[in-house]
């Protein structure tokens, strides 16, 4: 997994679909599925650490930019 779109076609497969309406809510649901996934064994570590990092990234990026506006 490299991107966002990527982490959310993954979660499809464990039939997950996020979509809030708000960027950083629908990207910390998301971490919130991704670690319950992992807790439940059904994913592995470095799927699990690739995922959060990518996440978290994009959390940092998307309230950075709320913060410009």
Do not use: N, P
């Amino acid at each position: 997994m490299k991107t966002v779109y990527e982490i959310q076609q993954f979660l499809k497969q464990f039939g997950t679909f996020i979509y809030v309406g708000d960027r950083v809510g629908d990207l910390e649901l998301m971490e919130s599925e991704l670690k319950e996934l992992y807790q439940a064994q059904l994913i592995e570590t470095r799927e699990f650490q690739t995922a959060l990092l990518i996440l978290r990234h994009e959390i940092q990026i998307q309230k950075e930019k709320s913060k410009q506006r």
